[in-house]
């Protein structure tokens, strides 16, 4: 069994941080596991998107032509990631930000309010962590849990504050 998926946003949109999590998420629970990051050539306010591969057999190919899921946090991400989208797959969209002025019937696309509910939990920063609570769902092999392990790992220890934010908003996204 094996999640593909794509994450996508601005820089400092915390995109390789839903990555890291997910990734760590998939250690932590014995899976084989791939994550490659990419940056713009602006690190904040540039393009930035990642892959993350979790599979309980081996990876053979880190390259991600079609995935099972995605998070677009930005709208020049959506217009790129929408065909890279298998289909019977999934994408979650920051409709806070996002105006999708095209769609796709073969694909479940989710939009949540990403941005209002993180501004309603009281950090803007934390649309990321909304739209990833929407996704974890549609996953075949990450749960709240092992991305709470995960959080507590890369977070929780030297940030204790940020982490119990952190899942207020993933649950929030899992609520919507």
């Avoid at 946003?9 to 890291?20: A, D, H, N």
């Avoid at 934390?126 to 959080?151: F, Q, R």
Wanted: hydrophobic share 45%; with cysteine; glycine share 10%.
């Amino acid at each position: 069994m094996m999640d593909k998926v794509l994450l996508a946003g601005f820089g400092g949109q915390g995109v390789m941080f839903i990555g890291k999590i997910l990734a760590y998420a998939g250690m932590l629970g014995n899976l084989e596991v791939c994550w490659i990051p990419s940056y713009g050539p602006e690190m904040r306010g540039g393009t930035a998107n990642c892959s993350v591969i979790l599979s309980d057999e081996e990876i053979h190919s880190p390259v991600i032509d079609q995935a099972d899921g995605g998070i677009v946090l930005n709208k020049p991400s959506f217009d790129k990631f929408l065909t890279r989208i298998r289909p019977g797959g999934v994408l979650v969209v920051n409709s806070s930000i996002v105006e999708m002025d095209k769609t796709r019937e073969d694909i479940e696309i989710i939009t949540i309010p990403a941005g209002d509910i993180a501004n309603e939990i009281g950090n803007a920063n934390l649309a990321n962590m909304v739209c990833l609570g929407a996704l974890l769902p549609k996953l075949k092999l990450v749960s709240l849990e092992k991305i709470e392990k995960a959080m507590d790992e890369v977070v929780g220890k030297k940030k204790p504050e940020l982490y119990d934010m952190n899942i207020v908003a993933i649950k929030k996204g899992l609520e919507s």
